[in-house]
């Protein structure tokens, strides 16, 4: 099983992969620089050819970076807008470094321009910045599935395929569990369902990662608040049916759930617990 949790970068790579084994897992998600924003640490490459060297000796992988939160492709301001494209464009050339990895983000938020101009804007930026690489980067780029709170631009299957459309790029998708149930696709009662029609839209071949969280609220409500596996309104027999799911079990997952690291190591060894 491919699973781990997300992690502090501070000490860089090395630090992330040890601690990753300590704690069971074998991936692991990272910010690639404060969530709020900000410009980057500068790579240490000695660092990074230490931690390739660990991780294949040690099976991790793939691993997940994060965009920062405040990055917005879909913003009503250009200077919102440039700085998304800045940041990504600098992290995908900071991660040509690591071969392999997978780069999350969050589509966007129109706020208030509608959903079609924000996936034009989104579908822009992403085009844009493969253009400017000249090749297609090693990182393989992912949107995450959202709840649909606000603004927010992905909060269904089809807004996630139209932006994949719209770029012709090799984009996967990060499904997060917290956000779909709070999109309103019942995972608890019709997972089957939920997949089926998430293969339909999107194609399951595009499904690169699971962010693995429960959720604080009911089935539709459009927010966005994680809770520890087993504690929230999935609930634990949802989280053991979706990691023995046959179209799933060999998806890596990654917890965001609001533990420390004692406790995703409990929540690794009780999902590891519930494989069939």
Not at 28 to 57: C, M, S, W
Not at 110 to 119: L, T
Not at 225 to 247: D, M, Q, S, T, Y
Request: charged letters at 25%; glycine letters at 12%; a negative charge.
């Amino acid at each position: 099983m491919k699973i781990g949790c997300h992690l502090s970068s501070s000490g860089g790579y090395l630090a992330m992969a040890q601690t990753a084994v300590s704690i069971g897992a074998n991936v692991f998600q990272f910010f690639t620089r404060n969530p709020r924003g900000g410009a980057a640490k500068p790579i240490d490459k000695a660092d990074v050819a230490a931690f390739l060297e660990y991780a294949e000796a040690n099976g991790i992988g793939p691993i997940l970076a994060h965009a920062p939160y405040t990055l917005n492709a879909a913003g009503d301001n250009t200077r919102v807008r440039d700085f998304a494209e800045m940041t990504m464009t600098d992290d995908l050339m900071r991660l040509e470094l690591t071969p392999g990895a997978m780069y999350n983000f969050h589509p966007g938020s129109h706020v208030g321009q509608g959903s079609e101009k924000g996936i034009e804007l989104i579908s822009d930026m992403l085009k844009r910045i493969f253009d400017g690489f000249g090749k297609t980067p090693s990182t393989t780029v992912l949107l995450e599935t959202m709840s649909g709170k606000g603004s927010e631009v992905g909060r269904n299957f089809e807004e996630l395929r139209e932006i994949i459309d719209r770029t012709g790029l090799p984009l996967g998708v990060c499904l997060d569990t917290c956000h779909i149930w709070d999109g309103g696709y019942d995972i608890v009662n019709d997972l089957d369902g939920v997949l089926e029609e998430f293969d339909r839209v999107v194609g399951l071949d595009r499904l690169m990662a699971i962010h693995t969280n429960d959720s604080m609220n009911v089935l539709g409500a459009h927010k966005d608040r994680h809770e520890k596996i087993g504690k929230g309104k999935i609930g634990l027999a949802a989280f053991e049916r979706l990691v023995n799911h046959p179209k799933l079990k060999d998806k890596p997952f990654y917890l965001e759930t609001p533990c420390d690291l004692q406790g995703y190591k409990q929540e690794i060894a009780l999902l590891k617990g519930m494989q069939r």
